[in-house]
Structures are given as structure tokens and as C-alpha cells.
């Protein structure tokens, strides 16, 4: 009989300590890309509309960078957007 797998361990980082990203960095970059209003969707402390979905694994990467190309109207590449 095979045993179920399952999530063993979840790491939950709220603090900053295990990846330390810089949040300014983040946002000139996405307002360079040309996403508007960048700042209301990632807040410092709740991602709203498709930042909260892809930090929740609604949507993948993929999906992620194509909501992003729609808001920008312009071709981006994923290397710029990640």
C-alpha cells in the first residue's frame, strides 16, 4: 500500500528574515515596466487583486506575467517581469 504525501512543513516568512526582498527595488522596477498604480496592489503588508492571487498560488507564474503584459499594453519578456 502506497502512503499519502502531503505538505510536511510550511515556512511562513512574515518578517523578512529568510528573504530579505527590497520592496522599493520591486516597485521603481514594475513602474518602469509601465504598471500603473503598482504601489496600491502590492501594499507593505496585504497584495491586493492578481499580486494577492499569485502569492496565494491561484494563478501560475505564467498566468501571473500574462495579467501583468495586459496592464502594461506593451511586450514584455518573463526576465524583465521576474
Same mark, same amino acid.
Given at each position: 500500500?502506497?502512503?499519502?504525501?502531503?505538505?510536511?512543513?510550511?515556512?511562513?516568512?512574515?518578517?523578512? #528574515?529568510?528573504? $530579505? &526582498?527590497?520592496?522599493?527595488?520591486?516597485?521603481?522596477?514594475?513602474?518602469?515596466? +509601465? !504598471?500603473?498604480?503598482v504601489? #496600491?496592489?502590492? $501594499? &507593505?503588508?496585504?497584495q491586493?487583486?492578481?499580486?494577492?492571487?499569485?502569492?496565494? +498560488? !491561484?494563478?501560475?507564474?505564467?498566468?501571473?506575467?500574462?495579467?501583468?503584459?495586459?496592464?502594461?499594453?506593451?511586450?514584455?519578456?518573463?526576465?524583465q517581469?521576474d
Amino acid at each position: 500500500m502506497m502512503k499519502r504525501r502531503g505538505i510536511k512543513n510550511l515556512i511562513i516568512d512574515f518578517g523578512g #528574515v529568510l528573504i $530579505d &526582498l527590497d520592496r522599493q527595488r520591486c516597485l521603481e522596477n514594475f513602474r518602469k515596466l +509601465g !504598471l500603473p498604480d503598482v504601489e #496600491v496592489m502590492l $501594499d &507593505l503588508y496585504h497584495q491586493q487583486d492578481f499580486f494577492q492571487k499569485y502569492e496565494k +498560488g !491561484l494563478i501560475t507564474s505564467a498566468e501571473f506575467r500574462e495579467v501583468i503584459r495586459g496592464k502594461i499594453g506593451k511586450p514584455v519578456t518573463d526576465a524583465q517581469i521576474d
